[in-house]
């Protein structure tokens, strides 16, 4: 017998021993560290992707943080000395990326600096995917963006792909071009992994997904992804975190899919604000009435808080798809004037340069507010031709009109 088969033997040898003891174990198994440590012994005597370890992975997933410290140990290297001794690297291997997933899985933030420490090339590759794929769902960090942009240097265009979708999951934009490259460039083994963790990135990667649906690319392959995104979406309007029902809310708009509606209509009567205003705005870029209606009722609303995320929610919906610029509009001379100030404000923003001719006539309204929300519009819209106009309203009785017309001649610049 060469040495080979007697490393083999050996190693056969000791998982049978392994599972014998796992096989004792389970039967006298009461607390919470006793089944983590019967599911590490599961994740290092069975290979990754294995039914036994993905079963392993998931029942870890389950227990939560109460494993997390002893799940958090297994990536350090000095753990395998001694008493935890491994001889095998592959058990250690094994261990290792079953619990940077299991910890990725869980969200457990304190385990960020050991799932980053390990993303370097002085580990295994699987070690290295599974901790990149980790520190994209742990949460946002100084720490974490720089280690990760780092990677979009590595030879490895699968670690380059990898680190971008993690700091596109951390809501760092900057590394976009790298997951599009992949797509647009890549070959097919690479293009079909991109779009995979596109997928896995729930609704952060729905600005890439709709990027890339319009450039006429992979058509099929992608719109099979959307899909299954979009039914992780609205399975997510139920959940019971509201971050995660506006961010889900929020992205089905950009999806642009009917299925979406009646889902999205449910939730403008949630507990939330923030929750609500999402879900109109993705329902009027949907084409839905309901959803304007709710957010130009909002608008209208004596309370400020409304009135101002009915703001900050029009603004944007103009912004992606000029749906609401004829309501606005028209707005400006409804006999409210919340709602006269409240759409000078968002055409302004906007920067809606139909609105020019009816912003400078509000600056003769009766209301003050109205008048200098008029100026600050006429501000962003810095047209020359209203110079004249904002001249005039620095001498306007109210300190506050004044004040932002004098603010609004100095975006024009010198005359």
């Known amino acids: 017998m060469d040495l080979a088969e007697l490393k083999s033997a050996a190693r056969y040898l000791h998982h049978a021993v392994v599972w014998l003891a796992l096989g004792a174990l389970a039967t006298v198994c009461s607390t919470t560290e006793e089944q983590v440590r019967a599911e590490i012994e599961v994740l290092a005597a069975n290979d990754i992707g294995s039914e036994r370890w993905n079963s392993a992975v998931e029942g870890l997933s389950t227990i939560g943080r109460p494993g997390a410290r002893q799940l958090v140990a297994l990536l350090d290297p000095g753990l395998y000395r001694g008493v935890s001794y491994r001889e095998f690297r592959d058990e250690i291997e094994n261990a290792r990326v079953g619990a940077v997933t299991v910890l990725g899985n869980i969200g457990h933030k304190a385990a960020s600096a050991s799932a980053i420490a390990r993303i370097t090339i002085g580990y295994r590759d699987s070690e290295r995917l ?26 490895d265009p699968v670690v380059r792909l990898l680190a971008a979708v993690a700091l596109v999951k951390l809501g760092e934009d900057t590394a976009q071009d790298t997951v599009i490259h992949a797509v647009l460039h890549g070959a097919d083994e690479l293009v079909e992994t991109a779009i995979v963790e596109l997928e896995r990135a729930n609704y952060h990667g729905v600005p890439i997904l709709v990027d890339l649906s319009s450039r006429g690319v992979q058509q099929q392959r992608l719109a099979r992804a959307m899909g299954l995104v979009r039914d992780e979406l609205i399975g997510q309007l139920r959940d019971d975190d509201p971050q995660v029902r506006r961010a889900s809310a929020a992205a089905l708009g950009a999806v642009g899919d009917q299925a979406a509606v009646e889902p999205l209509l449910g939730l403008l009567k949630d507990a939330s604000n923030l929750v609500r205003f999402h879900a109109a705005s993705s329902l009027v870029r949907l084409g839905n009435e309901r959803g304007g209606e709710y957010l130009f009722t909002a608008l209208g609303d004596d309370d400020p808080i409304l009135r101002l995320n009915a703001i900050k929610t029009l603004v944007r919906v103009q912004q992606l798809s000029n749906g609401v610029e004829t309501r606005l509009l028209s707005c400006l001379t409804d006999e409210s004037p919340a709602l006269r100030s409240g759409a000078a404000q968002i055409l302004g923003q906007a920067a809606v340069q139909s609105a020019l001719d009816p912003l400078l006539s509000l600056a003769g309204d009766s209301d003050a507010e109205v008048r200098w929300n008029a100026a600050i519009a006429l501000g962003y819209l810095q047209a020359s031709s209203s110079r004249h106009t904002l001249e005039l309203m620095t001498n306007d009785p109210d300190e506050t009109v004044a004040y932002y017309a004098q603010w609004a001649l100095q975006q024009l610049g010198a005359g």
């Open 130 to 155: 599974a901790s990149l794929r980790a520190v994209g769902e742990l949460g946002f960090t100084e720490a974490a963006v720089a280690a990760l942009t780092a990677q979009l240097a590595d030879v």
